[in-house]
């Protein structure tokens, strides 16, 4: 804990290589659309946030909006810094208000699944 | 042109006149026959079974609680421990309502007609047309035109005539809602619209009636069994309501609808099958007394996603119990059947309407019938890009037309000039030569000319960069009837 901890504070946060937590994101619903209709995305993300935090759901979106997203519309996806109304978020396949919501802090071998709501029939 | 104009509208009017009548004489036909029909069914058992004439008892008396019909009818499913004889009795005693004879009701009602259930109401202000029937299977060609319910009865009356059929040829509203569903013992949402999901799971909030949810889009599907148990606003044992789910609806511009999105026949057809099936086994299992009775078997409310395309194309997800602070099931909740009833719950408002796009000014745009003109003149006839999908373009397009998919300029990030040449901007055509922009009905069109003005495409305005009004709806309206309209 603690070389990661050092590891995070690097003089100028750039150059040194930072600890990664190895997790896979899925979209479903048509969100997949916005992320190059790729479904399934093996990611290496940052084990914590700006202010040196463990990463949350919260940091995860973010995240994807600046790295992951090719697409444009981001108000699809992200609306007024929060996931837009709509998405459901699963942890593990459990629905993420049962861990926590953006708070949940993301571990190592994390599936988090994004679900766009379908209306037609 | 004018007068085949008119001429073509006028025909257009008296079509629209004469499947009109024809409905109605549909209509009364199937009210002529329904009970007929039943009767029939009815004498060709007295014979056999529980109805006896005085005199006629040469056989013993009929002592199941079944018609020896019901026996050969049910006698699959009677077999199975899920469904058994109480479970069949159950289902013979039960009334479910399907809100929406759709893609996700046909497939629904029918197996519950089958499956025998006491009574089958069926909600739906729609008529069938002919875009509906590769997936809403219940319908047929020779019914296009005809109320959905009607053709809907019609098909699960040919399936199974000892249900009692219940037709309501009308939307579901805040108004009518109470009437209707408080009739029913289960409720079926298989509608196609946010608007009318908030105020379904409102209702059967309100009246306690569990809800088997379901929607479909393009290769995807979603299941989710609600209110179950049905237990009283603010029961803690109550099962999630579609509002604990979705506190909020999702912005009305990221709605996709079938015809927008499309949708595979048998995508829909999968989840309005898995609905029938989520509904028999809770009336079968006894509603109410369903698992959540036993303490050492809470329901566990789950979502099920399936996925046509993918790898595994069933998820089962544990979702969350009753959100304490829900607008309609919480104990703080000051939902009741009167607020709703009066209709000062604007559903429409709560969900948000799509304003038509309208980025460009007048001067930006031409009409379908002027770019008609420009391509039979002899001046540049420039650049035509067809933002349209491919799949759409495919289809039919404009002779001369590049096709640039929306999404794919969406997809491009910063748009960037580099991306449009040298497929789209080849060196052969003049700098100054004009570029119009056309898709289905005329949004994306103009978001798109805005987005290469400001890519400095239109040279400081050396360049022309129009779109054309209406897209290839106005295309066909009037310049060219013959193209098929996707």
């Known amino acids: 804990m603690s070389t990661i901890q050092a590891a995070e504070k690097p003089p100028e946060d750039i150059e040194i290589p930072k600890p990664e937590l190895s997790i896979v994101v899925e979209f479903t619903g048509g969100l997949e659309m916005l992320f190059s209709d790729q479904r399934r995305h093996p990611l290496s993300i940052p084990v914590t946030n700006k202010e040196g935090n463990p990463l949350t759901i919260a940091d995860l979106i973010e995240h994807l909006c600046n790295h992951t997203m090719k697409d444009t519309r981001k108000e699809l996806f992200v609306l007024d810094d929060h996931l837009r109304p709509g998405i459901l978020v699963l942890i593990n396949d459990a629905d993420w208000e049962l861990e926590g919501e953006e708070a949940y802090e993301i571990q190592a071998g994390d599936n988090i699944l994004f679900v766009s709501t379908l209306h037609g029939g | 042109m004018d007068s085949v104009t008119n001429k073509a509208e006028q025909l257009r009017e008296k079509i629209a006149q004469t499947e009109k009548e024809l409905q109605n004489l549909r209509r009364q036909l199937n009210e002529l026959e329904s009970p007929i029909q039943n009767l029939d069914v009815d004498q060709g058992h007295s014979s056999t079974s529980t109805t006896k004439q005085p005199g006629e008892a040469s056989s013993p008396k009929w002592k199941w609680p079944l018609r020896e019909e019901e026996y050969s009818r049910y006698g699959r499913q009677l077999i199975l421990p899920t469904v058994g004889i109480k479970g069949q009795l159950r289902l013979k005693s039960t009334a479910v309502l399907i809100v929406g004879a759709g893609g996700l009701g046909c497939p629904a009602a029918a197996y519950l007609a089958g499956a025998g259930v006491g009574t089958l109401g069926v909600v739906d202000g729609d008529i069938v047309e002919t875009s509906n029937l590769h997936r809403q299977i219940a319908h047929s060609t020779s019914r296009v035109g005809m109320m959905k319910v009607d053709s809907l009865v019609e098909y699960c009356q040919g399936l199974n005539p000892n249900v009692t059929y219940v037709p309501h040829r009308e939307h579901l509203t805040p108004q009518n809602a109470e009437g209707i569903v408080s009739k029913y013992d289960l409720v079926l949402d298989c509608t196609d619209h946010p608007t009318s999901r908030y105020l379904i799971s409102d209702i059967c909030v309100l009246l306690q009636k569990p809800l088997v949810s379901a929607s479909a889009l393009r290769t995807d599907g979603q299941l989710i069994v609600l209110n179950n148990p049905a237990a009283a606003q603010g029961a803690a044992n109550g099962g999630p309501c579609y509002r604990c789910v979705f506190p909020k609806p999702p912005p009305a511009d990221s709605v996709v609808s079938c015809g927008e999105g499309g949708v595979l026949g048998p995508v829909v057809g999968v989840m309005g099958v898995l609905q029938a099936l989520e509904a028999i086994k809770l009336i079968a299992g006894g509603i109410g007394k369903a698992a959540g009775s036993d ?192």
């Not at chain 2, 078997?297 to 304490?324: D, K, N, Q, W, Y």
């Not at chain 2, 408002?349 to 003109?373: H, M, W």
């Not at chain 2, 999404?407 to 580099?418: E, K």
């Open chain 2, 295 to 486: 303490p050492k078997e809470p329901v566990a409310p789950s979502l099920l996603l399936f996925s046509a395309t993918s790898t595994t194309p069933f998820r089962s997800l544990r979702m969350r119990s009753r959100r304490p602070n829900c607008f309609a099931c919480s104990a703080g909740s000051t939902l009741t059947l009167k607020e709703l009833g009066s209709g000062s719950l604007d559903y429409v408002q709560f969900c948000g309407v799509t304003t038509p796009v309208n980025v460009l000014k007048p001067e930006e745009r031409i009409s379908a019938t002027e770019y008609k003109d420009i391509l039979a003149g002899k001046s540049h006839k420039g650049l035509l890009f067809d933002v349209r999908e491919k799949e759409h373009f495919d289809i039919a397009s404009i002779p001369g037309a590049v096709n640039v998919p929306f999404s794919i300029l969406q997809r491009h990030g910063r748009p960037t000039v580099g991306y449009l040449t040298p497929e789209h901007l080849s060196d052969t055509i003049p700098a100054e030569a004009p570029i119009y922009v056309v898709c289905r009905v005329g949004n994306d069109s103009q978001i798109v000319t805005r987005r290469l003005k400001e890519m400095g495409l239109d040279g400081n305005g050396e360049r022309d960069i129009r779109d054309i009004k209406g897209g290839m709806l106005a295309w066909k309206h009037e310049v060219d009837r013959t193209l098929p309209f996707t």
